[in-house]
């Protein structure tokens, strides 16, 4: 089993959708997590931290729901430029310096 | 403010050859890391540090040696190259508390032939 899984997907949504990922990991003692966006052949950058009381930046949710090991993040009101891979990011290890990454989820909003 | 630079952005090698993807960062964070990309199986880590003159290996860490002998570089060297080291290379750098998240260069995309 893997420690960070996701739906791959594809997702394919039209614009101004509401779109939410999953995302579950196996192991207990990870301590920080993130969501990254990839666009192609790009770099992954900072989405979001996810916090246990959840939170929120502009049309992006985070929720994190440690008693089941799961993640999850929403999308609100989706733009076109919201078209990217989004990598669920969690961190373990003696100081968190590890980085598990899920395979990431595809996501293309059409017009 | 460069962020994370790696240098070079392609590279294609020979079986058996060697050579350093270089890593340098200009936001005097401690926490650096290097990541490969392939196909279906996602980043992985390859080697970190936690400071200068402190490394350790990650999850895929054969083939490949670091080190970290300032604050602001990191690179990362194949000893002898083979086609399965054929990927995308990113390196990363963090500092802050463990709700910050690492930012990424832009990667090194290496084939070897």
């Known amino acids: 089993r893997k420690e960070v899984e996701q739906d791959p997907g594809p997702f394919n949504v039209p614009e101004g959708a509401t779109v939410a990922f999953n995302c579950t990991y196996s192991?207990?003692?990870?301590?920080?997590f993130f969501w990254y966006r990839q666009d192609c052949r790009k770099e992954p950058k900072l989405l979001m931290s996810?916090?246990?009381s959840g939170n929120e930046d502009g049309r992006f949710t985070a929720q994190l729901n440690r008693a089941s090991q799961y993640i999850s993040l929403l999308i609100r009101d989706s733009k076109l430029s919201d078209s990217a891979t989004y990598l669920c990011?969690?961190?373990?290890?003696?100081?968190?310096?590890?980085?598990?990454f899920g395979q990431g989820t595809r996501l293309t909003i059409n017009p | 403010n460069a962020g994370v630079t790696q240098t070079p952005k392609f590279q294609v090698l020979k079986t058996g050859q060697s050579m350093t993807l270089q890593c340098a960062q200009d936001?005097?964070?401690?926490?650096m890391s290097w990541y490969r990309q392939d196909p279906g199986m996602g980043l992985r880590l390859i080697h970190y540090?936690?400071?200068?003159?402190?490394?350790d290996q990650g999850e895929v860490p054969n083939g490949y040696n670091v080190s970290r002998s300032t604050t602001e570089d990191f690179p990362l060297r194949l000893l002898s190259a083979a086609p399965s080291q054929t990927s995308v290379y990113f390196c990363?750098?963090?500092?802050?508390?463990?709700?910050?998240?690492?930012?990424f260069g832009s990667g090194t995309r290496l084939t070897v032939v």
């Open positions: 990363a750098s963090r500092g802050g508390g463990a709700n910050y998240g690492y930012t």
């Open positions: 990011v969690v961190i373990k290890g003696q100081g968190a310096q590890k980085l598990v």
């Open positions: 192991n207990s003692a990870s301590q920080s």
């Open positions: 540090s936690v400071g200068a003159g402190i490394t």
């Open positions: 936001m005097n964070h401690e926490y």
């Open positions: 996810v916090y246990s």
